[in-house]
């Protein structure tokens, strides 16, 4: 296995966690109902502990819903979605995902999104790689970290948590 660095503990992935739940919640207290998607794979839990925490500090209606796409060739199938995509329709949606490595995987789920007339559309990360091949911005970010084009950061969410420079 090669070499690996720990840019996050799990101490600082739940105190990440939080920060960015209080974050969204001071961003959109005016708004009635919130729609969490997180994307396959990491997003996705990632998205439940922010939807978690949100409950816990928010009086909002919070909606999880799931992004389904492949992550190595996403114009290969289509993007779904496991809630009704008319929902989505003036709705305020943050989009989650663990990593924003080079912002391929983001762009077609934003584009998945922005099929319906969502009213606000943000993104949420917990670690964010500042090189990118693709434009995408972070709203709401637990790490922002420089690295080269080579470098590679991966999370382990369960057991063993911790994200960590490859």
Same mark, same amino acid.
């Given at each position: 296995?090669?070499?690996?660095?720990?840019?996050?503990?799990?101490?600082?992935?739940?105190?990440?966690?939080?920060?960015?739940?209080?974050?969204?919640?001071?961003?959109?207290?005016?708004?009635?109902?919130?729609?969490?998607?997180?994307?396959?794979?990491?997003?996705?839990?990632?998205?439940?502990?922010?939807?978690?925490?949100?409950?816990?500090?928010?009086?909002?209606?919070?909606?999880?819903?799931?992004? %389904?796409?492949?992550?190595?060739?996403?114009?290969? %199938?289509?993007?779904?979605?496991?809630?009704?995509?008319?929902?989505?329709?003036?709705?305020?949606?943050?989009?989650?995902?663990?990593?924003?490595?080079?912002?391929?995987?983001?762009?077609?789920?934003?584009?998945?999104?922005?099929?319906?007339?969502?009213?606000?559309?943000?993104?949420?990360?917990?670690?964010?790689?500042?090189?990118?091949?693709?434009?995408?911005?972070?709203?709401?970010?637990?790490?922002?970290?420089?690295?080269?084009?080579?470098?590679?950061?991966?999370?382990?969410?369960?057991?063993?948590?911790?994200?960590?420079?490859?």
């Amino acid at each position: 296995m090669p070499n690996k660095s720990i840019v996050l503990d799990r101490r600082q992935i739940n105190q990440k966690t939080e920060r960015i739940a209080f974050e969204i919640m001071e961003n959109s207290f005016e708004t009635p109902v919130i729609y969490i998607g997180g994307i396959s794979g990491n997003g996705f839990p990632f998205a439940e502990r922010l939807v978690k925490k949100l409950n816990e500090i928010s009086e909002q209606q919070i909606r999880l819903f799931e992004i %389904s796409l492949n992550k190595e060739k996403p114009a290969s %199938s289509p993007v779904t979605l496991s809630i009704p995509e008319k929902e989505l329709n003036g709705a305020y949606v943050i989009l989650v995902d663990d990593v924003i490595n080079s912002g391929r995987t983001l762009i077609y789920a934003v584009k998945k999104l922005l099929d319906h007339e969502v009213h606000v559309l943000k993104v949420a990360t917990l670690v964010n790689r500042t090189h990118r091949r693709y434009p995408v911005h972070a709203d709401y970010v637990g790490l922002d970290i420089s690295t080269t084009l080579r470098d590679t950061i991966m999370v382990s969410l369960g057991e063993e948590e911790m994200a960590y420079l490859v």
